[in-house]
């Protein structure tokens, strides 16, 4: 649940291209798991992972890599942070409080908190319980008091006071219901009000209305020792371990810890078709309830692909997951995944096996070569550029540096140095870090470099000029 939104984009694109392949029965062999899933490994976007498949009479797990350096594989009861699809647990949770009759959809958020929060509005329209669980609130991603103290465990000191100070003060650009806007402030504060609500701390309120009646009992914000002690490290895109996640108040957006087996069982849950305590809120969540653009819906928490898959990823500083599900061929799939990377790997293989084992022809992995480069090559890049921060207008200086398996980059003045990987001589991606990032040197017919183009995802290019 790193601070990024699902990439619908990315949806976008793969689910067009397996639903070329027409309807059919599923096709997905043991061979095509290994083919999405090895090359992971092999290139270092993963240390550890488990992938979870289920369908009417198949449920099978497979296992890649180690939890240590020489170690053990993973395996379905390793635990893993999950990140946003915590989302859809919050969602789950307050579907099931509608389903008793405890709150309704249409119910302002405001009513929930009582007066010691007060929650904007706008144009006479409140912020509601469905606008929290489908990202149409108006909220931003994150608030504009979100300062953490540790970056690498942002979440864990924004607490209850500061989300408090933030919604005060805020006043909303859109009238609730207007977008949709991906938000972990919303979510945040959703799994906020069910708890005011229930009467139960935000932890306690999922184990008891979502984990227990659907047996998950590996699925929990605070594990017991003997879970801990199941927990794999996490590592950023560079492969270096990564400290775990805390929550506070946004704990609804991404406090989740769970198994691949909890996973799948979860998934499965609302597709099986089997009597469950929490049948009448599983269907709820599943059901549209905004349209976000051509291809893609929202419900409670679920995004909602080609009208039929729904599926949510998740990213913490270390760990990336995928549960995606499919209601016309009660299938499902989860992706669990030890590293945090950009070009989001693990959502794109969840994704591609998601409609393969649907019937609609396996999907596609599309990531970034990785070749060899000699050192000279290398070493030319190496200096100090110059760019135009185009929403500051000021000029910010990256440093590229020669580093023991390639190039480096980062800000002078900033602790953190993150890896450059070559596609080719001229060519280098980002892997740790959110969004997909290259840079494209400018290399002259006399070998020098000049400038190095910097590509951002979803942002027009920015050229640096060398100054050292």
């Given at each position: 649940?790193?601070?990024?939104?699902?990439?619908?984009?990315?949806?976008?694109?793969?689910?067009?291209?397996?639903?070329?392949?027409?309807?059919?029965?599923?096709?997905?062999?043991?061979?095509?798991?290994?083919?999405?899933?090895?090359?992971?490994?092999?290139?270092?976007?993963?240390?550890?992972?488990?992938?979870?498949?289920?369908?009417?009479?198949?449920?099978?797990?497979?296992?890649?890599?180690?939890?240590?350096?020489?170690?053990?594989?993973?395996?379905?009861?390793?635990?893993?942070?999950?990140?946003?699809?915590?989302?859809?647990?919050?969602?789950?949770?307050?579907?099931?409080?509608?389903?008793?009759?405890?709150?309704?959809?249409?119910?302002?958020?405001?009513?929930?908190?009582?007066?010691?929060?007060?929650?904007?509005?706008?144009?006479?329209?409140?912020?509601?319980?469905?606008?929290?669980?489908?990202?149409?609130?108006?909220?931003?991603?994150?608030?504009?008091?979100?300062?953490?103290?540790?970056?690498?465990?942002?979440?864990?000191?924004?607490?209850?006071?500061?989300?408090?100070?933030?919604?005060?003060?805020?006043?909303?650009?859109?009238?609730?219901?207007?977008?949709?806007?991906?938000?972990?402030?919303?979510?945040?504060?959703?799994?906020?009000?069910?708890?005011?609500?229930?009467?139960?701390?935000?932890?306690?309120?999922?184990?008891?209305?979502?984990?227990?009646?659907?047996?998950?009992?590996?699925?929990?914000?605070?594990?017991?020792?003997?879970?801990?002690?199941?927990?794999?490290?996490?590592?950023?895109?560079?492969?270096?371990?990564?400290?775990?996640?805390?929550?506070?108040?946004?704990?609804?957006?991404?406090?989740?810890?769970?198994?691949?087996?909890?996973m799948l069982r979860y998934a499965t849950a609302h597709v099986s078709g089997e009597a469950s305590p929490l049948a009448e809120a599983l269907a709820q969540v599943q059901a549209p309830r905004f349209t976000v653009d051509a291809a893609t819906q929202i419900g409670l928490g679920w995004h909602i692909a080609d009208g039929r898959y729904r599926w949510h990823n998740g990213g913490t500083g270390g760990f990336e997951t995928f549960v995606g599900f499919d209601p016309a061929s009660r299938t499902a799939v989860v992706v669990l995944s030890d590293t945090a990377a950009s070009f989001q790997p693990v959502t794109q293989v969840g994704l591609a096996l998601l409609t393969g084992l649907a019937g609609q022809g396996l999907g596609k992995v599309v990531l970034p070569p990785l070749a060899a480069v000699g050192d000279a090559d290398l070493q030319r890049c190496a200096g100090t550029y110059r760019f135009t921060d185009p929403s500051s207008g000021e000029s910010v200086d990256?440093?590229?540096?020669?580093?023991?398996?390639?190039?480096?980059?980062?800000?002078?003045?900033?602790?953190?140095?993150?890896?450059?990987?070559?596609?080719?001589?001229?060519?280098?991606?980002?892997?740790?870090?959110?969004?997909?990032?290259?840079?494209?040197?400018?290399?002259?017919?006399?070998?020098?470099?000049?400038?190095?183009?910097?590509?951002?995802?979803?942002?027009?290019?920015?050229?640096?000029?060398?100054?050292?």
């Amino acid at each position: 649940m790193r601070p990024t939104a699902p990439t619908l984009a990315l949806l976008c694109t793969l689910a067009p291209l397996a639903a070329a392949c027409g309807d059919g029965a599923s096709t997905v062999r043991a061979a095509d798991v290994d083919g999405l899933a090895q090359p992971l490994i092999r290139d270092g976007w993963s240390t550890a992972m488990v992938i979870g498949l289920a369908a009417p009479g198949r449920t099978e797990f497979y296992r890649y890599g180690a939890v240590t350096p020489g170690g053990a594989a993973p395996d379905e009861r390793t635990v893993f942070e999950i990140g946003s699809v915590t989302k859809t647990f919050t969602a789950l949770a307050l579907a099931d409080l509608v389903a008793r009759g405890e709150a309704t959809l249409d119910e302002p958020v405001q009513a929930l908190l009582g007066t010691s929060t007060t929650v904007p509005s706008r144009s006479d329209k409140a912020i509601t319980l469905l606008h929290l669980a489908t990202h149409t609130s108006g909220l931003p991603r994150l608030p504009e008091n979100f300062a953490p103290a540790e970056p690498a465990d942002p979440y864990a000191d924004y607490h209850a006071a500061d989300l408090e100070a933030f919604l005060a003060g805020y006043a909303l650009p859109v009238d609730p219901g207007a977008r949709y806007e991906y938000s972990n402030l919303g979510s945040g504060l959703l799994g906020q009000a069910l708890a005011a609500r229930s009467g139960l701390a935000f932890p306690e309120l999922l184990r008891l209305r979502v984990s227990a009646p659907l047996g998950l009992a590996d699925t929990a914000v605070d594990l017991s020792g003997e879970q801990a002690s199941r927990l794999v490290a996490g590592h950023d895109g560079d492969l270096a371990e990564a400290p775990a996640w805390h929550f506070d108040a946004l704990a609804g957006a991404g406090a989740l810890r769970s198994t691949a087996a909890d996973m799948l069982r979860y998934a499965t849950a609302h597709v099986s078709g089997e009597a469950s305590p929490l049948a009448e809120a599983l269907a709820q969540v599943q059901a549209p309830r905004f349209t976000v653009d051509a291809a893609t819906q929202i419900g409670l928490g679920w995004h909602i692909a080609d009208g039929r898959y729904r599926w949510h990823n998740g990213g913490t500083g270390g760990f990336e997951t995928f549960v995606g599900f499919d209601p016309a061929s009660r299938t499902a799939v989860v992706v669990l995944s030890d590293t945090a990377a950009s070009f989001q790997p693990v959502t794109q293989v969840g994704l591609a096996l998601l409609t393969g084992l649907a019937g609609q022809g396996l999907g596609k992995v599309v990531l970034p070569p990785l070749a060899a480069v000699g050192d000279a090559d290398l070493q030319r890049c190496a200096g100090t550029y110059r760019f135009t921060d185009p929403s500051s207008g000021e000029s910010v200086d990256i440093l590229v540096e020669r580093g023991p398996k390639g190039l480096l980059v980062s800000v002078p003045g900033l602790a953190s140095r993150v890896g450059l990987y070559p596609s080719d001589a001229r060519t280098y991606f980002v892997r740790a870090g959110d969004l997909p990032a290259a840079l494209q040197f400018q290399v002259q017919a006399d070998g020098t470099v000049p400038s190095v183009v910097l590509e951002l995802s979803g942002e027009a290019p920015v050229t640096a000029l060398r100054v050292g």
